[in-house]
């Protein structure tokens, strides 16, 4: 804990914080705050001091007022901040200063100037640096005001006094002085203070050197240690000093001086004192405590009031009796021999004084941890062991010699004898005796003790020796021969008190003169101190000045020279800034340091003064978007480019702002802005209409038309198309022949769809759905059908179409009797019945008797109707009989005086002791029980008492008092003297008779011999006569003869008492011995003198020397003060007390003597209801409130009469120091002038209307279900709204209204359809839909029936194809085909040219269950395997004669034999005849490309072509497969204004094979001129990649729009390369996304070209494909490569979310009938797809509000997402929401996929569950515009 001391030091007065720190350090820092100045009254925003300023009591940057002032204080680290981790922490010292409230400056002069003190045992030299935060305390986190930092080498003094103050300036935002010393911690030397030398009570270290205590010569230091708060000013303390120096120290002393040295940080004082140019004796400051209180001189707190000091340490030996007193202590112990150097000693050290053998034995175990060698001295840093010097206080009869003996070990080491002890003189009081240090030296001199010892005589003894015995009285005292003198201040014979103030003055220099009972005062005048005043205190060596040039001393006075920067008297800091001349110029902030000030320049200005200005256009100050930049004074200008703005061209000119886009929303860019053009608009302002035509195409010949926004573009459609679908669709099926019974037509791709109504299915919506297969009826309800609908006849509790409305009973018929509450149930109600009844209509009445055993404390139970009671016993009450009756107030049972006490249950009587029994009723026998008689009296029992009958001797109640017989009776005869007793008497007879009442005459001598002493013995008749001896007398010779009346032995009034043959004399206290001869030292042996008096003895007597506030001979009469001295002033009475006097002062004054003014406002308050006291002196006066008037403002004010107060009509009612308006009931407040919200005030508006206060009045706006002036009134809802839809009945309740839905529907409105489909009642992987009311199954191929249960035959339709059989299975069939045919119906003919049975060379032509071969010349057969004898001929063949020869498939025309050899001639046919009817098409795709690098060959194939051609006179629909060897080509055609079709196939002869392939998935559109897509693209690839060429000239005779980089290949980054006509893709397999997969030894890679128009706005997106082209590339080493046609589709799949789970559907149709099915399900871009989206929750109070749907190719292309519905608003033009109920949400879009992933889209939906009745607005289906993403539409 922190001590606080206030110091004066070096002149400087301020207050120091002392904080204790445990750890031992080097160095001592003291931390000053010189100057502190916040000019402007402004902080951080937080701690962080790069936020903006604020001031400090606001929130903002404005006009800071003068009374927004900062809590300021300060937090100093020495040493720099040092980070660990995330934590920052200070390397040295930390302090935070106490906080200075509403104080934005202080300087030096400052009551509040602060200094911190610490050490720090890390300290370096060199650079460290210093952290100051300047902080506003608040009421949150504390903010900052400023922050510094500064690293400074500073110097480090060996002491305080030899310490600089460094001075540390600071300047921004505020400006702050620091003042910094830095000295070396106490044992610590060198310039780092790092040198640690020994320091102990035992020996001081000076200059690094152990020394012995220094002499009286060597300047010594005198200390003392205290501890706790001083709460004295710090100017005080040297005066403190010096007064004690003065009456304690110096008393006789002309010339004082008194410097302090230092306080150290543990809290002990050092100072130097010179008492007339003399050091002061070294006496430690304890001892002089302890001597003080000896001798009753006034305790040290005189001198430091409310300063608790250390008790010294001292031993106490022989004081008793003694004359002289001693104080010694053993200084130090040397030993230069190594005898205790490595090992422990035990030390015994024996000193003896001499002649009384008066021994101290000082023992010591001194180890070798605490010797320290310094100067060739081993010193003891133990302090002997005991951890702190032990001084014994000895009393002594004489003074003559001293003996010291020295054990090591308990055996001797050295002694020496006889020290002599007469030369030391002893002093007369311990003040004046003299410090003696004596050295006692072995004779081998290695040893050494140094002894420190004073003697002075103790009281009445005086000399040299203190030989004198002499007792001093008040006003003489003993002079040193023994001698009785006057004491100073007492003067004449009989040393009268002398008054020094009477004649001249003895004070000086003006000091008052104050006379005292032996003494006088000084009070002196400022400037002087002393005795007599005398001293002139040196006011320039106290530090009075400081900050100056010059300090010159006068007598009395002083005047301190001002260095600049300084003024006044004391030369405290001048505040510059607040002269009348402005220093800083240009409107600059002025801020004063310590001496001096500085200016915070404004803008544009610097130089000490801010009188220069600053050309900011030199240092750049202007930013990059600026075209020029302009200096001028004390400013300057930036030219800004466009688009930017601000002081330094910094800000982005938001040109958004100005609405720039006519038809679009603005984007802001860094230095521009983008225009984001509506549908329909394009254009940098979007101010040009987009014609939609240039990106839209009408199919089937259909022409588009452009239009202006909001249409857009419509399609002219030839006739039988639909404009709608882009004349895509037909038109007029619906129309034409309205084909839908019981339903809804809609035309779809040349067909219709029919939405059928409920009750009602099959594809015309003529089949009536038997509604009750389905069981719609809930609850038990009986399902009936009818055409087209149903009926539920619902069991007891449901109602509604489908019995799934509750009935509410409660409402209905309220069948809870006797006040049971009836609570609905589902079906039914239940009852809570109230206590006492049950069953089901509260109707049976409980038993409570045998149910609950409900009655208490053994109280009867009687069960009544509904209820029951119970019959308590006397001692208990209430429902249960558990409450206790009181029967002490009830029936006060207790008789006789008996106190009653009732019990929980009972009572119990406290009888009186005659009385017992329950009710005190039964008398006591006392006889018995308490024996009362005594002394054998008899007892006697009566009714509530008893009689005591006595014997003589005793009477009374209980025979207790004794009867004195001798005044009863006077038994006693012949004059003897009767004695009574207890009980009894004795008879005390004369001499001569006896017996017990007298009357028997004794013989005495026979009886007792009563002669003593040998007297001789004469018997008389009742008497007898002794005759004595000499020195007796008496009747019976037993009188001692008194020697004190006959001799008088005892003197000096002594009381002489005579004794048996003696006497005894009692002396006077004042003398002694056998005759009181021998005279008394009452002073030693009574110490008569009471109350402090000095006591002196006389001769037979004593004198006592009383206080001034005692007399009498024992100074216990006490002094009356009050008659004495007057001592109390202004009209105070004074009364003596004992021993002192007190002072009843007037109310007005207090103080010991009614000195002092009491300030009656803090002591009394007298001023009544909140007046204002100020006090006067000797009074006080009070202002009052308006309200009251009077001395003590206790007199009511009528404000009513006086300031009428109440408006608004209210009426006033004067009240005691205030008043009341009654107000009327729209008003209120004090004056009735604030208007009563009776919204709050009364709630008036019931059923949850909300209220509007207006001024006296209200208004209440309510809820639908209520109405009138307070929404008490009920509204129908039934007859007002018709809120239940859907043949669901209304019925009305209180504040709202009930639907009983019909069975198919439910919720608040019977607006929410029941999903049946919950239920799963569609069987065997069917697909169930649910409709509005209903439901319907979609069954399998294989199964039929309402829920498709039912086998289907499909044998009976003879499904099986080609004489194939069929048979029936199980939600199936087979068909068993022949061998010419395969597949599921034996539709697929079994192609056998396969397996290539037309063997030489023959064609194989497969037809529909069979095939032919088509043999070659020279061959036939069905397998071509019978060689033609072409020589059989009738035509010989061969001409010229020459002879024919069959040879196998030819013939050889041979010359004759005969001849010479003759060359034969072979024939071949090569090419055959194309007939009229084929047409024939050779792709580039028939060429065999083989890689010549490597034997791994290549063919590419043609792939499947889905492509969209602008229409030409005719189309057909064409399956290609084209393979690398021959190919043959099916072609077919189907046009809807032809209905022949043409088959045309191509037979190329450039192979050996030939295949037939077919494809049903894919179209492609091609011209009649037989210009096609697969004429224009050639791939081709080898086995380092791709290598396809596209031909622009043909794509652009398909497509007269297209354009190259339209084109893409695999993804939008590969795109090709124009080179003439030609578009050419060089791409590797490892890019454009190509797939690769391995199957055996080939290695298959896969991509696809795609001609596709992108969004213009997000041009990520895919918006519509013209075609696609897939390719593949299979490498295998020697073979020929092949391709395929491949064709992408698309997927999609739902996301759930939230805490109800929701779920998508997406459906084919507008009345969502046709599910697409799987997941992900597939369709086509540019496709509408229909989603459905809800939820699954059975809680009707919760209702779904589709929030957002949004799209992202993958789920992680997080920048990438294409929002469809945006916060419950359609954003894509081609989306849109059409319908919503409680639960469900329906919309379509239209489809599209990304560039970067066109295999599908993710789709993601999020929905918020809000309440049913909750219409806020993220609760409401509303929509807030937003802009349209796309420009595509549909």
């Excluded at 940057?61 to 680290?77: E, K, L, P, R």
């Excluded at 409920?758 to 089949?767: A, D, E, F, L």
Aim: proline share 4%.
């Amino acid at each position: 804990m922190a001590n606080y001391i206030i110091l004066l030091l070096k002149g400087i007065c301020f207050l120091q914080i002392m904080q204790a720190i445990s750890a031992t350090g080097h160095v001592n820092i003291q931390v000053q705050v010189l100057q502190y100045d916040n000019p402007l009254g402004t902080s951080f925003h937080g701690s962080d001091f790069t936020s903006q300023r604020k001031c400090c009591d606001k929130g903002q940057v404005t006009a800071c007022s003068t009374t927004d002032m900062c809590d300021s204080y300060f937090m100093i680290c020495v040493g720099g901040i040092a980070t660990s981790g995330h934590n920052s922490h200070c390397s040295g010292p930390k302090v935070t200063t106490k906080v200075f409230r509403n104080a934005n400056w202080f300087g030096a002069s400052h009551d509040n100037i602060l200094s911190q003190s610490f050490k720090w045992d890390n300290w370096h030299a060199g650079g460290i640096e210093y952290v100051v935060n300047v902080m506003d305390q608040d009421s949150g986190n504390d903010e900052l005001i400023e922050n510094f930092t500064s690293t400074r080498a500073l110097t480090v003094g060996s002491s305080y006094e030899n310490s600089t103050e460094h001075v540390l300036s600071f300047t921004n935002f505020v400006s702050l002085d620091l003042g910094i010393r830095i000295w070396c911690q106490d044992g610590y030397s060198g310039p780092d203070c790092s040198h640690k030398c020994t320091n102990n009570p035992y020996s001081v270290c000076i200059k690094n050197r152990a020394s012995l205590l220094p002499s009286c010569n060597d300047a010594d230091v005198s200390s003392f240690a205290f501890t706790g708060t001083w709460n004295y000013k710090a100017a005080n303390l040297q005066f403190l000093l010096m007064k004690f120096v003065l009456q304690e120290i110096c008393p006789k002393a002309h010339n004082v001086h008194v410097q302090i040295v230092h306080f150290s940080v543990s809290g002990a004082v050092e100072f130097k004192a010179t008492c007339d140019n003399a050091t002061i004796s070294s006496l430690m400051f304890s001892t002089h405590l302890y001597i003080l209180s000896l001798t009753n001189k006034a305790a040290l707190s005189h001198y430091f009031p409310g300063i608790p000091l250390k008790a010294p340490s001292v031993t106490q030996k022989n004081i008793r009796g003694a004359n002289t007193y001693m104080i010694l202590r053993a200084l130090s112990y040397h030993d230069s021999s190594s005898t205790c150097k490595r090992q422990s000693c035990n030390v015994q050290i024996t000193v003896c004084i001499y002649p009384q053998k008066s021994c101290i034995v000082m023992s010591s175990k001194v180890s070798t941890t605490n010797l320290a060698l310094c100067s060739g001295y081993v010193i003891d840093r133990s302090s002997a062991g005991l951890g702190q010097p032990v001084t014994y206080f000895i009393g002594l009869t004489s003074l003559t010699s001293l003996n010291v003996e020295v054990k090591y070990n308990g055996r001797s080491k050295w002694h020496q004898n006889n020290q002599n002890l007469q030369a030391y003189t002893a002093g007369a009081t311990h003040n004046e005796s003299t410090n003696y240090r004596m050295t006692i030296k072995s004779n081998d001199q290695h040893q050494m003790l140094v002894l420190d010892m004073m003697v002075w005589c103790a009281s009445g003894w005086y000399g040299d020796h203190c030989q004198h015995l002499c007792h001093s009285t008040r006003n003489k005292m003993c002079n040193k021969d023994g001698n009785l003198v006057c004491i100073h201040g007492y003067g004449g014979h009989s040393c009268s008190d002398i008054n020094e103030c009477s004649g001249q003055s003895p004070c000086k220099n003006g000091g008052t003169c104050k006379n005292t009972i032996g003494s006088f005062i000084c009070q002196c005048r400022t400037g002087w101190i002393g005795p007599t005043c005398e001293v002139d205190i040196d006011e320039c060596d106290l530090g009075f000045c400081t900050n100056v040039s010059s300090c010159t001393n006068s007598p009395g006075s002083f005047h301190c020279r001002c260095n600049r920067g300084f003024h006044g008297r004391l030369c405290t800091d001048r505040n510059e800034c607040k002269v009348p001349m402005k220093l800083c110029q240009h409107d600059s902030t002025c801020l004063n340091q310590y001496g001096s000030f500085a200016c915070r320049c404004g803008k544009g200005y610097s130089g000490a003064r801010c009188e220069n200005d600053i050309d900011e256009c030199s240092l750049s100050i202007c930013s990059r978007h600026s075209n020029n930049c302009t200096n001028s004074v004390g400013s300057y200008s930036c030219a800004c480019g466009a688009g930017w703005a601000g002081k330094h061209c910094e800000n982005d000119i938001d040109e958004c702002k100005s609405n720039p886009c006519k038809n679009g929303s603005c984007s802001n860019t860094i230095g521009s802005y983008k225009c984001n053009c509506y549908q329909g608009y394009t254009g940098k302002h979007c101010e040009n209409d987009f014609d939609e035509c240039s990106i839209v195409t009408c199919a089937n010949n259909g022409t588009c038309v452009n239009l202006h926004y909001p249409k857009r573009y419509r399609c002219d459609c030839l006739k039988g198309w639909d404009p709608k679908s882009r004349c895509r669709h037909h038109t007029g099926v619906c129309k034409e022949i309205h084909p839908c019974v019981h339903g809804n037509c809609s035309n779809k791709n040349g067909n219709y769809i029919c939405s059928c109504n409920n009750g009602w299915t099959g594809k015309n919506c003529s089949i009536d759905l038997d509604e009750c297969n389905y069981h719609p009826c809930l609850h038990n309800g009986t399902c009936i059908n009818s055409k087209g609908a149903y009926t539920c006849q619902c069991s007891a509790g449901w109602t509604g179409k489908n019995c799934l409305t509750d009935i509410n009973e409660c409402a209905t018929l309220h069948p809870c009797k006797n006040g049971g509450k009836c609570k609905n149930a589902d079906g039914g109600y239940k009852c809570d019945c109230t206590a006492g009844w049950t069953g089901q209509n509260c109707s049976v009445d409980v038993n409570e008797c045998d149910v609950l055993n409900p009655c208490q404390n053994k109280g009867s139970c009687v069960n009544t109707v509904g209820n029951y009671t119970c019959q308590c016993p006397l001692e208990w009450k209430g429902q249960n009989c558990s409450s206790d009756v009181d029967e002490c107030d009830t029936f006060h049972p207790c008789q006789n005086k008996g106190s009653c006490v009732n019990t929980v249950g009972n009572y119990t009587c406290q009888c009186p002791l005659e009385w017992k029994g329950q009710n005190c009723s039964s008398d006591v026998d006392e006889c018995d029980t308490f024996h009362p008689c005594q002394n054998k009296g008899s007892c006697v029992n009566t009714v509530g008492n008893y009689t005591c009958q006595c014997p003589l001797e005793w009477k009374g109640q209980n025979c207790s008092v004794d009867v004195d017989e001798c005044e009863t009776f006077h038994p006693c005869q012949n004059k003897g003297s009767c004695v009574n007793t207890v009980g009894h008497y004795t008879c005390h007879c004369p001499v001569g008779w006896k017996g017990r009442n007298c009357s028997a005459d004794v013989n005495e001598y026979d009886m007792s011999h009563p002669c003593q002493n040998e007297g001789s013995y004469v018997n008389k008749v009742g008497n007898y006569t002794c005759h004595c001896p000499v020195g007796w007398k008496g009747q019976n010779c037993s009188v001692d003869v008194d020697e004190c009346d006959m001799f008088h032995p005892c003197q000096n009034e002594g009381s002489c008492v005579n004794t048996v043959g003696n006497y005894t004399c009692h002396c006077p206290v004042e003398w002694k011995g056998r005759n009181c001869s021998v005279d008394v030292d009452e002073c030693e042996t009574f110490q008569p003198c009471h109350n402090k008096g000095s006591c002196v003895n006389t001769v037979g007597n004593y004198t006592c020397h009383c206080p001034v506030e005692w007399k009498g001979r024992n100074c216990s009469v006490d002094v009356d003060e009050c008659e004495t001295f007057q001592p109390c002033h202004n009209k105070g009475s004074c009364v003596n007390t004992v021993g002192n006097y007190t002072c009843h002062c007037p109310v007005e004054w207090q103080g010991q003597n009614c000195s002092s003014d009491v300030d009656e406002c803090d002591t009394f308050h007298p001023c009544h209801n909140k007046g204002s006291c100020v006090n006067t002196v000797g009074n006080y006066t009070c202002h009052c409130p308006v309200e009251w008037i009077g001395r003590n403002c206790s007199v009511d004010v009528d404000e009513c009469e006086t300031f009428q107060p109440c408006q608004n009509e209210g009426s006033c009612v004067n009240t005691v120091g205030n008043y009341t308006c009654h107000c009327p009931v729209e008003w209120q407040g004090q004056n009735c002038t604030v208007d009563v919200d009776e919204c709050d005030t009364f709630h008036p508006c019931q059923n949850e209307g909300s209220c509007i206060n207006t001024v006296g009045k209200y208004t209440c706006y309510c809820p639908v279900e209520w109405k009138g002036q307070n929404c008490t009134v009920d509204v129908d809802e039934c007859d007002t709204f018709h809120p239940c839809q859907n043949e669901g009945s209304c019925i009305n309740t209180v504040g709202h209204y009930s639907c009983h839905c019909p069975v198919e529907w439910k919720g608040q409105n019977c607006t929410v359809d029941i999903n049946e489909c919950n239920n799963s009642l569609c069987k065997h992987n069917s697909t169930c839909y649910n409709l509005d009311g209903g439901y319907t199954c979609i069954c399998p191929p294989n199964w039929s029936g309402k829920n498709c249960d039912s086998d289907v035959d499909e044998c009976s339709s003879s499904p099986c194809k080609n004489n194939g059989t069929c048979s029936n299975t199980n939600g199936g069939y087979t068909c068993i085909c022949s061998s010419n045919w395969n597949g599921n119906h034996c539709e697929t003919d079994v192609n056998e040219c396969k397996s290539s049975p037309c063997i030489n060379n023959g064609t194989c032509d497969n037809k529909a269950g069979s095939f032919s071969c088509k043999c070659t010349q020279g061959w036939e057969g069905r397998y071509c395997e019978s060689d033609i004898d072409e020589c059989r001929d009738t035509r010989n063949p061969c001409e010229n004669g020459d002879i024919c020869s069959n040879t196998n498939g030819s013939f050889v025309c041979k010359h004759d034999s005969t001849s010479s050899t003759v060359p034969l001639t072979s024939y071949a046919l090569t090419t055959p005849a194309i007939t009229p009817s084929q047409t024939s098409s050779i792709t580039p795709a028939a060429t065999t490309v083989t890689n010549r690098t490597n034997t791994t060959t290549a063919a590419l194939k043609p792939p499947q072509t889905s492509n969209t051609i602008p229409a030409v006179s005719a189309s057909t629909q064409t399956r290609t497969t084209v393979h690398a060897a021959t190919t043959s080509t099916q072609t077919s055609s189907t046009s809807s204004t032809a209905t022949t079709s043409t088959q045309t196939r191509s037979t190329i002869s450039a192979a050996t094979t030939s295949t037939q392939a077919s494809s049903t998935r894919l179209r492609v559109t091609t011209m009649t001129r037989f210009v096609r897509l697969e004429d224009a693209i050639h791939p081709r690839c080898t086995s380092l990649g791709w290598n396809i060429s596209l031909d622009m000239s043909i794509l652009t005779q398909l497509y007269p729009e297209i354009k190259s980089d339209q084109i893409y290949f695999g993804d939008n980054t590969c795109r090709g390369k124009l080179v003439g006509d030609q578009l050419v893709f060089l791409q590797g397999f490892r890019d454009c996304v190509t797939a690769e997969r391995i199957s055996g030894n080939t290695i298959l890679y896969e991509n696809e070209l795609f001609y596709a128009i992108s969004d213009p706005i997000h041009p990520f997106i895919i918006r519509q494909y013209k075609w696609k082209y897939g390719v593949e590339c299979d490498i295998s080493r020697n073979e020929a490569t092949s391709s395929h046609v491949h064709h992408n589709v698309e997927s999609h799949h739902s996301v759930v979310s939230g805490h109800y789970s929701i779920n998508l559907t997406f459906f084919k149709d507008p009345s969502f009938m046709n599910q697409l099915p799987g997941n992900p399900v597939q369709t086509n871009v540019g496709d509408d797809v229909y989603v459905k989206v809800f939820t699954t929750a059975n809680d009707w109070n919760i209702k779904m509000r589709l929030h957002t749907c949004y799209t992202k190719p993958t789920e992680a292309a997080a920048n990438m997402v294409y929002y469809i519905i945006k916060d419950g608003c359609e954003v894509d033009s081609n989306t849109h929401i059409m319908s919503q109920s409680t639960h469900e949400t329906r919309f379509v879009f239209q489809d599209f996929v990304y560039f970067s992933n066109r295999e599908g889209l993710n789709i993601h939906c999020n929905a918020t569950f809000c309440e049913t009745k909750d219409f806020s607005p993220g609760c409401a289906q509303s929509c807030t515009s937003h802009e349209n993403q796309a420009l595509i539409g549909k």
